[in-house]
Structure formats: structure tokens, C-alpha cells
């Protein structure tokens, strides 16, 4: 299994390329959209790089995708707007976020805002180990 440095390294450029931000100022807690700015255009180009660098699939909705197999019989959200229980699973899902940046009342389409480089480094890494397997712990 590759290491979360050795993931972290062979993602850099990738991130680098679909941001723009020197490799330097690129760390594992940095917000995709919020702190390099990415749009959403941009996550969908760096799930094509880390298809074609990794070999692994990375959905665009993988992480709600998964939050929602946890709750079969509860809503999601109301409104575009996340319930309490999908708050819940999407950070257990998300264990890389802080805990404040998943919070009740969060819009569904703000969800990729939350994402950060580490996110992407943990769900490389567990796709290397099972290819076909949850996107969270």
C-alpha cells in the first residue's frame, strides 16, 4: 500500500495542474475549492488525472453517494438543504473535514466546498487497497 506521503506526492501535480497553485503552497488540509480555488468543473478534471494516475474511479458524488447508503430509510436532505442525520453520515464519511465545516443547514451543492487535498489522499489510498469498496472508514 502506498503511503499517504507517497499519495500525497504523486497527487501534487495533478493538483497543482487543475489549480494552478505552486506545488509549495499546496498542504494536506488545503480546501480544493475554498483555499486553492477549484471549481467544480476543475474536481471533475482531477478525478479524470487520478483515474489516469492511480487507476482508481473517484465519483463526483462518492462521499454523498455513500452517506446515503448509510441512512436507507431517512432523508438526505430537504430543500437542498443537508437533514441532521445527513450531517452525521457525511462526516463520518468525511473524517478528514473538520467537524464545523459539515454543520446543520448546509446546502447539498455546497458539499464540494468542504473538500480538501487529504480527503482526496484517504479515499487514493483505501481505493489502492479495494477498488470496489465504501468511500469512508
Same mark, same amino acid.
Given at each position: 500500500?502506498?503511503?499517504?506521503? %507517497? @499519495?500525497?506526492?504523486? &497527487?501534487?501535480?495533478?493538483?497543482?495542474?487543475?489549480?494552478?497553485?505552486?506545488?509549495?503552497?499546496?498542504?494536506?488540509?488545503?480546501?480544493?475549492?475554498?483555499?486553492?480555488?477549484?471549481?467544480?468543473?476543475?474536481?471533475?478534471?482531477?478525478? =479524470?488525472?487520478?483515474?489516469?494516475?492511480?487507476?482508481?474511479?473517484?465519483?463526483?458524488?462518492? =462521499? %454523498?453517494?455513500?452517506?446515503?447508503?448509510?441512512?436507507?430509510?431517512?432523508?438526505?436532505?430537504?430543500?437542498?438543504? &443537508?437533514?441532521?442525520?445527513? @450531517?452525521? %453520515?457525511?462526516?463520518?464519511?468525511?473524517? %478528514?473535514?473538520?467537524?464545523?465545516?459539515?454543520?446543520?443547514?448546509?446546502?447539498? &451543492?455546497?458539499?464540494?466546498?468542504?473538500?480538501?487535498?487529504?480527503?482526496?489522499?484517504?479515499?487514493?489510498?483505501?481505493? &489502492?487497497?479495494?477498488?470496489?469498496?465504501?468511500?469512508?472508514?
Amino acid at each position: 500500500m502506498m503511503t499517504e506521503e %507517497e @499519495v500525497f506526492q504523486k &497527487l501534487l501535480p495533478h493538483v497543482r495542474e487543475v489549480t494552478g497553485v505552486p506545488a509549495d503552497q499546496i498542504r494536506m488540509d488545503s480546501g480544493l475549492m475554498d483555499d486553492l480555488g477549484a471549481e467544480s468543473l476543475d474536481l471533475l478534471d482531477l478525478s =479524470f488525472l487520478i483515474e489516469e494516475a492511480f487507476g482508481v474511479t473517484i465519483a463526483g458524488d462518492e =462521499f %454523498e453517494r455513500q452517506a446515503r447508503a448509510r441512512m436507507p430509510d431517512l432523508v438526505y436532505e430537504r430543500d437542498g438543504i &443537508l437533514t441532521d442525520e445527513a @450531517v452525521v %453520515e457525511l462526516r463520518k464519511a468525511l473524517p %478528514e473535514v473538520p467537524p464545523q465545516r459539515i454543520h446543520p443547514g448546509l446546502p447539498k &451543492l455546497a458539499v464540494p466546498r468542504v473538500l480538501t487535498v487529504a480527503v482526496f489522499v484517504h479515499l487514493i489510498q483505501r481505493k &489502492l487497497v479495494d477498488p470496489d469498496g465504501p468511500a469512508g472508514h
